[in-house]
């Protein structure tokens, strides 16, 4: 038994499982094209660019609901086609027999691997605001929802005094994709933030495709 393509810790979602004979196909079904819903939190960067991650960065967004989708929408084409996406530090891809997150941990530098991605579509739905209140309890949820070694201690204290600190209201944008294998989503998180010069992060993220099979 062997399962065709990991999820992140803070996503959901299609997983396959293979079995039997079928183990022997795992490189197919690897590169099978996948779908995705996420969310996007702007205002807070993050060094794993999820909500697992410790934040490096906070702003208050000016920009108003109206603004922030227009500017979005105006950006989304950069994130189509063929493009060069690095893997996040908070990662399992290997440098030189360790894998990225060892390196991340014990806060050395190593030059970071990059890949070809596809992206066929992506396209944005909605945004909606929440308070910090309601940020903070959704944050608390989930995280404690996280089994294994993620720093999620230390994680959630940071969060706690973060949104402390950052009280007001907060844009969270709802988002599909359809891309190659390989790609990172809460990569387009944080690039998308970079590129609007607002901190940003994936607040969730749920594969509903993975070839012909859905959710």
Known sequence: MT???????????????????????????LALEKEYTFQVLFGFSTDTYDILGKVIKRELVELSKRDLK??????????????IQKYPM????????????????????????EKKIFVKK?????????NNEKLLKNIEKRIKKVR????????LKIWKKELKLQKGKFYIANLKVKCSSGTYVRGIANSLGNILDIGALAFSIKRTKLGKYVI
């Open 3 to 29: 399962y065709a393509g990991r999820l992140d810790p803070m996503a959901s979602g299609l997983l396959l499982i293979l079995l039997g004979e079928e183990t022997k196909n795992k490189e197919k079904y």
């Open 122 to 130: 992506i396209k944005l739905d909605k945004i909606v605001e929440i």
């Open 90 to 113: 908070y990662s399992s891809k290997t440098v030189n027999g360790k894998p990225l997150f060892t390196y991340a941990r014990m806060n050395k530098k190593v030059k970071i691997p």
């Open 70 to 83: 227009k500017k979005i929408k105006e950006n989304l084409k950069n994130f189509l086609g063929e493009i």
């Open 148 to 155: 294994g070694d993620f720093r999620q201690d230390e994680v």
